[in-house]
Nanobody, 124 residues
């Protein structure tokens, strides 16, 4: 069973950048498509990025397209989310998730394993 641990969150000002990392253990990350989601207080969990098992395909919603970039290094069993031009509305807990079906999905229920999340707070 894969365990996922996110890191890299923090408190930044609007316009700043952060890079989140998601390190996997207990399994080979190259077997999974990976997704990044976020959840703000009082809101539903929201898909923000997806990356195929080999990094060849990515998927983003319009809300973050052009600002967020997902990448992965399967040799390090780690995926990343580079976030540029952060806005106060990006404030949320960010989660990474692994999908064993190799499908690049925006649906949170398609994902089998989840990390514990890392807080990102963007001040105005």
């Amino acid at each position: 069973q894969v365990q996922l641990v996110e890191s890299g969150g923090g408190l930044v000002q609007a316009g700043a950048s952060l890079r989140l990392s998601c390190a996997a253990s207990g399994g080979t990350l190259s077997r999974y498509a990976m997704g990044w989601f976020r959840q703000a207080p009082g809101k539903e969990r929201e898909f923000v990025a997806g990356i195929s098992w080999n990094g060849g395909r990515t998927n983003y919603p319009d809300s973050v397209k052009g600002r967020f970039t997902a990448s992965r290094d399967n040799t390090k069993n780690t995926v990343y989310l580079q976030m540029n031009g952060l806005k106060p509305e990006d404030t949320a807990v960010y989660y990474c998730a692994a999908d064993s079906d190799f499908v690049l999905s925006r649906d949170e229920y398609a994902y089998d394993y989840w990390g514990q999340g890392t807080q990102v707070t963007v001040s105005s």
